[in-house]
């Protein structure tokens, strides 16, 4: 797949899924629409009750990997930049952390997530959120403006992960911190995963290794790289999630097959700093 | 406003207002407008609130 195709596709893939509101991450899926599964998703990838409660109903869409540590770290006062913001789920529970004094800006590519994100927004009254179209491999920001540049489940759609790395890095105050929670590698996946445009869609082909990812990390520009946590998918996730059944249902996938997917896959929380 | 840029040569951009919300007028929220890079010459619409900044040529291919 070229990159031109693999953005068209990401794009349609994450419009159906906003206006069908749909609440997993492949638009192969229809079949969880439910806010209490969503719920129990969210919980699972350790976002607790109040969070959950304290966002306007119709933001959470579950399509990230889970991103507490970020928000942990989050200080009155501060610029956050979230990268491919969706529905406005992490902005909206950034936005209580930094107060009136700070400010949450959403970046998505995708128009119909945004218009959705910005009917939230203004359910919640959050006023220290704004949403912008544009593509995080070509940020509309200034060089040195944020504080910390959150993402959730998102760089490993993009086709050109050390750009998006690269302008992270550019965005950054000196002393900012880019905490990333993603979908990495630990074996490269089989050939026909590879050519799925629903794999890609639903966050798994578009996944590197996870040596890989970190030195693209390095190489923007963060010397110090930690890894916060580290999830895998044991395969029960795998058979429970409706987005992964319908990977498994498209691509006519024996379970053997899955389970050897299963474990070539693992979600990080990553954490860098921009040197003062 | 003063952290937006150019997504393109990430210069400064100027605002032009057609429409504001009238009681988010202290806010400044633009509902439809747009945004000019005079260096590379290009402008950015503004619609429904949401500023559109993706580079021109994804831009084209989404409408």
Known sequence: MDDEKIKREVRAGYAKIAKEG???????SSCCGSTHLAEDISKRIGYSEEELKAVPEGANLVLGCGNPVALASIKEGETVLDLGSGAGFDCFLAADRVGTEGRIIGVDMTSEMLAKARENAEKGNYDNVEFRLGEIENLPLADNSVDVVISNCVINLSPNKARVFKEAFRVLKPGGRLMISDIVLLKELPDFIKDSVEAYVGCLSGAIMKEEYLKLMAEAGFPDIRIMD???FPIEYIANDPTAKAI???LEMPIEKAKEVAGSVTSIKVRGVKPE | MEILACPMCKGDLE???EEEEEEEKEKGE???GSLYCRKCDLRYPIEEGIPNLLPPELRQKSE
């Open chain 2, 15 to 17: 605002l032009s207002i």
């Open chain 1, 248 to 250: 498994l249902e498209d």
């Open chain 1, 230 to 232: 580290e999830t895998s």
């Open chain 1, 22 to 28: 749909s609440s997993c991450c492949a638009p192969v």
């Open chain 2, 30 to 32: 633009v509902v439809k």
